[in-house]
């Protein structure tokens, strides 16, 4: 990922053309940003529901807790912008699960619901600036099946929330590249339209004060940010990345794992990721109604947003930070190099959820057990169900509860610690660049 200058949206390309702007301006009004999935493995047009079982994370509860946060929730009209290369928006596994602008008539060239945006249906385009966020690239119409390609419909595999809104913000051209502006501008519209919560599969090595306001401006309306934690394979604490190394609470770090639980080779790690989730050779939608698999923290991502999203299904009550805390307060220690621990979407989920509503196998007649009607495709879940139940009295579930409690409070409090350790090595970094940054041009003057 390199860092190009960008002044006004033009490309600055050389020292002469940056003598009329202030330089330490430059260095912070805007940064280009990378997508982060490598390239694909392996290619497949989807031919019907089957391919699920080709979706290793979302088997049983080993890779992340899912069987078991499916028995909870598979999701609802919770709305999750996905700001990236676009999305197919014709793929018949995303289709149905796109958000919808109700107050916008397509295309008729009209911004009928006055939000600044001419016919933004499902999203928007801040490459092109139109009303049609298409992904050409088909980075971001992987990372939003991921979230929420429909399950159980019959079609291809299925996302972690089976059920979501997915609004599509494309930032990234065909190449999958963009810059921190168009993603400032995608942050706001997705806060602005009714996102719970933002998925960000990208990431740049220069913090820029456009970006960070973004992420504040999210924070404010309760808006959690999920953020790559970056492919170089390398620690945050020398080689940040933005937005995941922002010390803003909201910025929700992921790096990523391969089955069996490991860190995938390509994943940053450090101080900044806060969390690891399945982010090696995953299956998603492709561009053109077929499905592919890809490898990186831009895979990872997005089960972490998926995951956000069941939480806010069953407890829509939650702000920002109540989403955090019961998304880290899950987590399983399995020492991994991040600074929460590994995605366990089960355990968060009934961490919040009152034991009166689980919804759980039952714990008296062994006999009546079944898996779950909505999830009787899943092989894994059928193997499940053959074996003995786990039986748990109310009390050790209670106590269980208060641990985790006490656990996510932990979590918090270290969280907090360490967001405010960032943002003062942030202050001191920029307070060396700005010592270190040559005095800016005199501006010609002309009469
Ligand atoms: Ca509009
Ligand atoms: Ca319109
Ligand atoms: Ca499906």
């Not at 197919?88 to 295309?107: F, K, Q, R, S, V």
């Not at 092989?379 to 039986?391: D, E, G, M, N, V």
């Not at 106590?399 to 942030?426: H, T, Y």
Request: glycine share 10%; hydrophobic share 40%.
């Amino acid at each position: 990922v390199s860092t190009v200058l960008v002044n006004g949206g033009c490309l600055v390309g050389s020292e002469a053309e940056m003598l009329a702007v202030p330089r330490a301006l430059a260095l912070t009004t805007a940064t280009f940003l990378a997508a982060l999935a490598l390239a694909p493995i392996a290619g497949a047009s989807a031919t019907s529901d089957p391919r699920s079982l080709d979706q290793w994370a979302l088997q049983g509860d080993a890779p992340m807790g899912i069987e078991s946060a499916w028995r909870q929730s598979t999701g609802s009209d919770v709305t999750v912008a996905i700001i990236d290369s676009g999305a197919d928006l014709t793929h018949p596994d995303l289709a149905p699960n796109l958000w919808t602008n109700a107050g916008e008539i397509p295309a008729n060239g009209i911004d009928d619901d006055h939000n600044g945006y001419v016919d933004d249906v499902h999203g928007y385009d801040f490459v092109d600036n139109d009303g049609t966020p298409q992904d050409t690239n088909g980075h971001g119409t992987h990372v939003a099946g991921i979230v929420g390609a429909r399950g159980d419909n019959g079609i291809g595999g299925s996302g972690v929330a089976w059920r979501v809104r997915l609004m599509s913000l494309r930032v990234l051209d065909a190449n999958a590249h963009g810059t921190t502006t168009a993603v400032a501008g995608g942050i706001r519209y997705a806060v602005d339209n009714g996102a719970r919560i933002v998925n960000l599969s990208l990431a740049g090595p220069t913090p820029t004060v456009e970006l960070e306001d973004a992420v504040q401006y999210a924070q404010a309306h309760d808006v959690p940010i999920v953020a790559a934690a970056g492919n170089d394979g390398a620690d945050l604490t020398t080689s940040p990345t933005y937005p995941a190394a922002y010390g803003e609470a909201n910025v929700i770090g992921v790096a990523a794992t391969a089955p069996g639980g490991g860190l995938a080779s390509v994943s940053d790690y450090g101080p900044g990721a806060d969390i690891a989730a399945p982010g090696a050779q995953i299956l998603s939608t492709a561009l053109g109604g077929g499905y592919e698999w890809r490898t990186g923290t831009s895979m990872a991502a997005p089960e972490v947003a998926g995951a956000l999203a069941l939480l806010a299904s069953v407890r829509p009550d939650l702000d920002g930070n109540g989403l955090r805390d019961a998304l880290l307060g899950g987590v399983r220690h399995t020492g991994l190099p991040v600074e929460a621990g590994a995605l366990d979407i089960g355990t968060s989920l009934r961490n919040v959820i009152p034991v009166a509503s689980w919804k759980d196998a039952p714990t008296t007649a062994l006999s009546s057990y079944r898996a779950p009607a909505t999830a009787t495709k899943s092989a894994t879940l059928k193997r499940k169900a053959s074996k003995k139940p786990k039986i748990k009295t109310s009390s050790t579930k209670a106590a269980k509860r208060a641990r985790a409690k006490a656990k996510a409070r932990k979590a918090a409090a270290r969280r907090r610690a360490q967001a405010a350790r960032r943002a003062k090595i942030r202050r001191n970094k920029a307070t060396v660049r700005a010592i270190n940054a040559p005095a800016p041009h005199p501006i010609p003057h002309h009469s």
